[in-house]
């Protein structure tokens, strides 16, 4: 899977995909994560000329993000291959765990676009075949987020990722609540213990308590 990330500051990412499982699975190639910046589509040789925003038409607050650059920038990642073209928005398709789970099965090139300020000139959305996607009924400053989002969502999907697929807790019966060793944790004088059922080796009555506590 290579994940192509439409973004003006590709740097955001930096932390989450050097650590842990990701990291691993760039390591070992189970996944790449390229940068395409809109700025670097623009002609201009100084951070000034290379702007790539400016007012709405019709008036209001804040800039758009041009179209052309963002276009630019798609075709490179595109080039040739059959890639799904994910546009953020608040009003678009919920994202959940059946779509990481096609998405894993489906593709092997995904593109995400990441808006900021006022959002981007709507015109993108004429030039190529996009899918509008939400992560929840809430607005962010930028895309950058949810695409990190569905890279970790749609990753553990990819056999190899987590290393044991029953770790997908999706696909085995998962509780919310987890223990470990101590069996007992004693704090300002109280003690909690670990629920009898999951000491008891009885693997029946331990699913069963996990199916009760979903």
């Given at each position: 899977?290579?994940?192509h990330?439409?973004?003006?500051?590709?740097?955001?990412f930096?932390?989450?995909?050097?650590?842990?499982?990701?990291?691993?699975?760039?390591?070992?190639k189970?996944?790449?994560?390229?940068?395409?910046?809109?700025?670097?589509f623009t002609?201009?040789?100084?951070?000034?000329?290379r702007?790539v925003d400016d007012?709405?038409?019709?008036g209001?607050?804040?800039?758009?993000?041009?179209a052309?650059?963002v276009?630019?920038?798609?075709?490179?990642?595109?080039?040739?291959?059959?890639?799904k073209?994910?546009?953020?928005?608040?009003?678009?398709?919920?994202f959940?765990?059946?779509?990481?789970?096609?998405?894993?099965?489906?593709?092997?090139?995904?593109?995400f676009?990441?808006?900021?300020?006022?959002?981007?000139?709507?015109?993108?959305?004429?030039?190529f075949?996009?899918?509008?996607?939400?992560?929840?009924?809430?607005?962010?400053?930028?895309?950058?987020?949810?695409a990190m989002?569905?890279?970790d969502?749609?990753?553990?999907?990819?056999?190899?990722?987590?290393?044991?697929?029953?770790?997908?807790?999706?696909?085995?019966?998962?509780s919310?609540?987890?223990?470990?060793?101590?069996?007992?944790?004693e704090y300002?004088?109280?003690?909690?213990?670990v629920?009898?059922v999951?000491?008891?080796?009885?693997h029946?009555?331990?699913?069963?308590?996990?199916?009760n506590?979903?």
């Open positions: 899977m290579t994940y990330i439409i973004t003006l500051f590709p740097a955001a930096d932390s989450y995909l050097n650590e842990s499982i990701l990291k691993r699975a760039i390591e070992d189970k996944i790449k994560v390229k940068f395409y910046n809109p700025r670097d002609k201009g040789t100084s951070y000034a000329d702007r007012k709405p038409y019709g209001g607050p804040g800039m758009v993000i041009e052309l650059p276009i630019k920038a798609i075709a490179k990642a595109k080039g040739n291959k059959n890639a073209i994910i546009w953020f928005t608040p009003s678009g398709k919920q959940d765990t059946k779509y990481a789970k096609e998405a894993a099965t489906k593709h092997k090139n995904i593109i676009i990441c808006g900021r300020y006022e959002g981007i000139d709507a015109r993108v959305k004429k030039t075949k996009v899918e509008e996607i939400s992560v929840g009924p809430f607005v962010l400053t930028g895309g950058e987020l949810p989002l569905l890279i969502s749609i990753s553990r999907q990819i056999p190899g990722v987590l290393g044991d697929m029953q770790s997908l807790e999706e696909s085995r019966i998962a919310p609540d987890v223990y470990t060793r101590p069996e007992v944790v300002k004088g109280k003690k909690y213990r629920p009898k999951l000491l008891s080796g009885n029946k009555l331990i699913n069963e308590w996990r199916r506590k979903k």
